[in-house]
């Protein structure tokens, strides 16, 4: 198997991220699949736009699997994430992460997701009927992750 | 789409089961997935027999699906389990949760998992070198639902 973690402009195959953790050794695979939703406050998206500062973001991926390891030592991870543009119910991302036991799926599948809001370098624009806006996903900003306008 | 659970003799396919509950409202899907794993407490499994009582594990199943949509009115379910043998790794249940948001996807996943262990009569024989036994997966026992041994 390749890689656990890469960024792709085709539509991600919920299963072959799953294959990527499943092993003998694992009785639970948590995953969380991020897809594009119609409706934020009201407002009706059209369509969205993710961008990635690649090589920065799959390390930045990698880092997230590097700290799941340490903190669940028993969990396998694997992150995908799409860039291009998505329409309406589309996925996203997908993370799955394999453990021997439930629990520490969900904790350490939970704990994917939220960093990946915090440190990796992906925007997305959101495309309305009466316009378009750049929204970075990152709460937090990084030493050596750059803010979208630096990268354009 | 069919029904939100069902019960089945072939490889339960994640995609569809996701697909189940995709839709434009939902911002986020979380998939538990139950695979067989090789050992528990250091004893090797071979492989494991899934046996339900089909009627009423559907019902319970959707009556898991019913307690999930009245705690988190806007949460989507569906839920799928495997019967027969299933080999190491074979994935014997798939859940899908889909909501607006994140959170609300794990916690309604979680709950939809520990809820399988409590009323639905599935049972599970482990097969290991030196014998075999039959473990039910109930923790608790429920007006309706019968052990194991009742329907045989």
């Given amino acids: 198997m390749s890689e656990s973690c890469y960024i792709t402009q085709k539509p991600i195959i919920i299963q072959d991220v799953v294959d990527r953790v499943v092993r003998p050794e694992a009785g639970a695979v948590n995953t969380f699949i991020g897809t594009v939703r119609e409706f934020t406050k009201g407002k009706q998206t059209l369509y969205l736009e993710y961008q990635a500062y690649e090589s920065m973001a799959v390390k930045k991926m990698e880092e997230i699997c590097t700290e799941i390891k340490r903190r669940w030592p028993d969990a396998e991870p694997s992150i995908a994430h799409r860039v291009g543009r998505l ?15 439930r629990a520490e799926s969900y904790e350490a599948s939970r704990y994917a997701i939220e960093r990946m809001k915090e440190i990796v370098p992906i925007w997305k624009k ?27």
């Fill in 87 to 101: 329409e309406i119910t589309d996925v996203a991302v997908v993370i799955a992460v394999s453990t021997p036991h």
């Fill in 126 to 152: 959101e495309h309305w009927h009466d316009g378009a806006k750049w929204i970075g996903d990152q709460k937090e900003r990084q030493p050596g992750v750059p803010a979208k306008e630096d990268i354009q």
